[in-house]
């Protein structure tokens, strides 16, 4: 039986899995089946935030030496030293961080904690968002998602883009009665095709927060650790949210991990109500692995932020020049606005062809490079893109 059979017989999926089979990262390019190579524009969907074939976080895998596995109930100083570090390069006053394996269940402790803590059961969420898979984030996301799980949780309100004034007051008054546990978004919603939201929004979200004690979470397992431009995209705002989730580039797709990150002031309300027992999270080699990221992240920090403004800043200037409607960009999240879903599906194919490979999400082409993207593939790209337009 060839792959894509044995694939169909064997894998449960929702969707067809795209032509391509991988078999191999190096140099900063995707290898498939038949050798070719691909410069790969998704990063995992913003997990290879640092490109493959990263010395650094190879490095870390290759040279661990620890225990085989560490018991979540034991100490293990790695963790600290990974939590402690999260805390410092963490946004606002988040400092404490509970242990997941991935984005889905880092998003689901947040919503446990903010149901724990508040006593309430509500939450509020943007329409069309996508905060992963378990019951918790499936009951917070859009009603087609939600549709075939009629026990999921029930109070679950949706706000709609764009994210401006008229959206503030929506918030605003779904908050009003006081009895919503949270608000939870992407600071910038790159699953909402890099949906930014203007500045009164996300000031007035955060106002109505505090006066209404709901906790605000940023979901920034897609945005977080540099796609953006920041390091964390709530920082564009000045955001300081109760809570915060990561996950996909904490370790830069070379090991799973999710983390879910409180203030002190909510891990202490939430006291011992929950312990959020996760066997795999924060496994010795992932803990590694994210290590080697931080520090590596902390070395470079100046220079890799300088690095994406300057490649973004010529990301713009090609891309402006293309017929598209419309440019979201916000540091390396990048979404192109074609005419319809057939078009932008269309270009990205020829894109595949010409062995650039990007998404297009409905009407929209998604650009996510890794952050250390060179000048000379940057160009490549671009030249392949302008040429998959034309064509
Ligand atoms: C914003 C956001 N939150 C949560 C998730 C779920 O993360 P995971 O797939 O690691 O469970 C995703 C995954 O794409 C995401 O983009």
Same mark, same amino acid.
């Given at each position: 039986?060839?792959?894509?059979?044995?694939?169909?017989?064997?894998?449960?999926?929702?969707?067809?899995?795209?032509?391509?089979?991988?078999?191999?990262?190096?140099?900063?390019?995707?290898?498939?089946?038949?050798? &070719?190579?691909?410069?790969?524009?998704?990063?995992?969907?913003?997990v290879?935030n640092?490109?493959?074939? $990263?010395?650094?976080?190879?490095?870390?895998?290759r040279?661990?030496?620890?225990?085989?596995? @560490?018991?979540?109930?034991?100490?293990?100083?790695?963790?600290v030293?990974?939590?402690?570090?999260?805390?410092?390069?963490?946004?606002?006053?988040?400092?404490?961080?509970?242990? !997941?394996?991935?984005?889905?269940?880092a998003?689901?402790?947040?919503?446990?904690?903010?149901?724990?803590?508040?006593?309430?059961?509500?939450?509020?969420?943007?329409?069309?968002?996508?905060?992963?898979?378990s019951?918790?984030?499936?009951?917070?996301?859009?009603?087609?998602?939600?549709?075939?799980?009629?026990?999921?949780?029930?109070?679950?309100?949706?706000?709609?883009?764009?994210?401006? +004034?008229?959206?503030?007051? &929506? @918030?605003?008054?779904?908050?009003?009665?006081?009895?919503?546990?949270?608000?939870?978004?992407?600071?910038?919603?790159?699953?909402?095709?890099?949906?930014?939201?203007?500045?009164?929004?996300?000031k &007035?979200?955060?106002?109505?927060?505090?006066?209404?004690?709901?906790l605000?979470?940023?979901?920034? @397992?897609?945005?977080?650790?540099?796609?953006?431009?920041?390091?964390? !995209?709530?920082?564009?705002?000045?955001?300081?949210p109760?809570?915060?989730?990561?996950?996909?580039?904490?370790?830069?797709?070379?090991?799973?991990?999710?983390?879910?990150?409180?203030?002190?002031?909510?891990?202490?309300?939430?006291?011992?109500?929950?312990?959020?027992?996760?066997?795999?999270?924060w496994?010795?080699? !992932?803990?590694?692995?994210?290590?080697?990221?931080?520090?590596?992240?902390?070395?470079?920090?100046r220079?890799?932020?300088?690095?994406?403004?300057?490649?973004?800043?010529?990301?713009?200037?090609?891309?402006?020049?293309?017929?598209?409607?419309?440019?979201?960009?916000?540091?390396?999240?990048?979404?192109?606005?074609?005419?319809?879903?057939e078009?932008? +599906?269309?270009?990205? $194919?020829?894109?595949?062809?010409?062995?650039?490979?990007?998404?297009?999400?409905?009407?929209?082409?998604?650009?996510?490079?890794?952050?250390?993207?060179?000048?000379?593939?940057?160009?490549?790209?671009?030249?392949?893109?302008? &040429?998959?337009?034309?064509?």
């Open positions: 039986m060839n792959l894509k059979d044995s694939d169909r017989q064997y894998l449960g999926r929702g969707t067809e899995p795209d032509d391509l089979e991988v078999t191999g990262t190096d140099h900063g390019l995707l290898r498939d089946g038949k050798g &070719r190579r691909y410069l790969d524009w998704l990063s995992g969907w913003c290879g640092f490109g493959w074939g $990263a010395e650094h976080l190879r490095d870390a895998i040279d661990y030496r620890g225990p085989d596995y @560490v018991p979540p109930h034991f100490h293990y100083a790695p963790w030293e990974l939590a402690r570090r999260l805390a410092q390069l963490a946004p606002g006053k988040l400092r404490v961080a509970w242990r !997941a394996t991935g984005g889905t269940e998003v689901d402790i947040a919503l446990q904690i903010a149901m724990a803590v508040t006593g309430r059961a509500r939450f509020v969420a943007i329409k069309g968002s996508y905060h992963g898979n019951i918790g984030a499936v009951s917070i996301a859009d009603e087609e998602a939600r549709a075939p799980f009629p026990n999921r949780l029930r109070g679950c309100e949706l706000v709609d883009p764009p994210l401006d +004034a008229d959206a503030a007051a &929506r @918030v605003e008054k779904l908050l009003a009665p006081r009895d919503v546990a949270a608000v939870i978004l992407e600071p910038i919603v790159l699953n909402l095709n890099v949906e930014i939201p203007a500045a009164e929004f996300m &007035r979200l955060a106002a109505a927060c505090k006066r209404t004690g709901t605000l979470i940023a979901d920034e @397992v897609a945005s977080g650790f540099g796609r953006t431009g920041k390091l964390f !995209a709530s920082e564009h705002y000045a955001l300081k109760d809570v915060l989730c990561l996950a996909k580039a904490i370790t830069g797709g070379y090991a799973p991990m999710g983390a879910t990150l409180t203030t002190p002031g909510v891990a202490r309300k939430l006291g011992d109500k929950a312990a959020f027992y996760s066997t795999y999270g496994h010795p080699i !992932a803990t590694a692995v994210a290590l080697a990221n931080l520090k590596w992240i902390a070395a470079h920090q220079a890799l932020l300088r690095h994406i403004e300057q490649t973004s800043k010529y990301l713009r200037t090609r891309l402006a020049r293309m017929p598209f409607k419309a440019l979201r960009i916000k540091g390396l999240a990048i979404a192109c606005e074609t005419d319809s879903a078009r932008a +599906a269309e270009v990205a $194919a020829r894109c595949k062809d010409k062995s650039l490979l990007i998404g297009a999400e409905e009407h929209c082409l998604m650009l996510f490079p890794p952050l250390t993207l060179d000048p000379a593939p940057a160009k490549f790209g671009m030249d392949i893109l302008e &040429r998959a337009l034309r064509d």
